[in-house]
């Protein structure tokens, strides 16, 4: 695990960094955004990503709980970074979503479909709707931890 | 103008731009109702699906309504409706300054160059390409790059003309099936994953945020506008995934 960390998982949080960086820039968000959003996205992909390694379990399961907790985690450091700067989170909490969220699934439903395996093509619907799900689920906790997390700071 | 009037058509536009720009629906809703009240109307009523809005002042009779056509993602402009809103909020612009601001924000609003929308749309292509399947052989980078460029670019420009989405989608698609296709050619096949190329290469374009918006806008109640925003999503599945599939009969 420890090597993991030092190989891969550095190298995946660089990764999504990135990714998230552009997919704001791809979305418009405000200049002075760009470079926190990007640390948003890092932290909500290293999360899944860590989660992926550790879980012992099928497939589906591990896409749903680590998106699940990756999600949590993007809604909960969105909410702080919108605080911070003194924006919506959704400037955060969108660009960030851009490695975990169902696209390449979605698209390879209809690829599949097309070129005539039904039986792939059902896997990933199942996955899109798993993920599609499970992050809305999350994004509804974060929501409930910030507004506790606000009434416990400011009571 | 009656305060009213003038009112109701600010709500309006400031809901208008939170929609046309990529809000969800319950964000719009809350930003509404806050104008409204702040402006001194606490009674209004708003209704938001999300192919129109339509404010009313129960009291006066009086109602407006504003379709929307058009829906893409600009955040800067949800991020300065926010700002003019919380300012309106603090009393430190009135009513009219506040509508002509929104005016400006919705016609003029700063964008980042088309050279720097095709750099981040090869960064996003290439990390994503790595981060999802671990192929990295320099054969993938650059088809990677070029397709994820390629097809970005077709999809805004075909965009900037034409305006229908679902063709440009399909379009952008298209090139980076053929790219990679001429990659695959070009390489013989030899440490060159096509499937990896194009999960990266569609990234720029896929309904991934859509589709989650879509169950994020249901799970709050809006049993009309979630569902509605599913099938613009599945649309634009249904367009990127036939690009794809047309050209992927020949390998």
Known sequence: MAHWLLTTGIMQIILAYLATAGFGVLLNIPRRAVNLSGWVGAAGWFTYEVLYQLLPSTIDVKLAIGNLVAA???????????????????????????????????????????????????????????????????????????????????? | METSNLMMQTTLLAGAILLENGAEIARVEDTMHRI??????PDAQV??????????????????????????????????????????????????????????????????????????????????????????????????????????????????????????????????????LIGFYLTHNTAYHADAIIIGAVMPLVPGVAITNAVRDTMTGNLLSGPARAIEAILSACAIGLGIALTSFFY
């Open chain 1, 72 to 155: 949590i985690v993007i809604g909960v450091c969105s909410g702080l970074a919108a605080h911070y700067k003194h924006m919506p989170m959704i400037i955060f909490n969108i660009p960030s979503l851009v490695p975990l969220v169902p696209g390449g699934q979605s698209y390879r439903v209809v690829r599949n479909l097309v070129t005539g395996h039904p039986d792939i093509a059902y896997q990933y619907l199942t996955q899109v709707v798993i993920i599609a799900g499970v992050i809305a689920i999350g994004f509804l906790i974060a929501e409930f931890i910030n507004r506790l997390a606000w009434h416990f700071t400011h009571a």
């Open chain 2, 36 to 41: 409204a009240n702040n402006a001194g109307y």
């Open chain 2, 47 to 180: 209704f938001v699906l999300l192919t129109g809005i339509t404010v009313s002042l129960p009291e006066s009779g009086a109602s407006q309504v504003r379709a929307i056509h058009q829906r893409g993602m600009d955040l800067e402009k949800v991020d300065q409706v926010n700002t003019l809103s919380r300012a309106f909020a603090t009393k430190s612009i009135d009513l009219p300054t506040f509508a002509d601001k929104l005016h400006q924000v919705n016609h003029a609003v700063p964008t980042f160059p088309f050279s720097w929308l095709v750099v981040a749309a090869l960064v996003v292509s290439v990390t994503l390409m790595i981060a999802f399947t671990g192929h990295a052989t320099p054969a993938d980078l650059i088809t990677c790059s070029l397709a994820g460029m390629g097809g970005f670019a077709v999809f805004y420009w075909v965009n900037r003309f034409a305006q229908i989405r679902f063709l440009s989608e399909f379009l952008g698609a298209l090139l980076i099936g053929l790219l990679t």
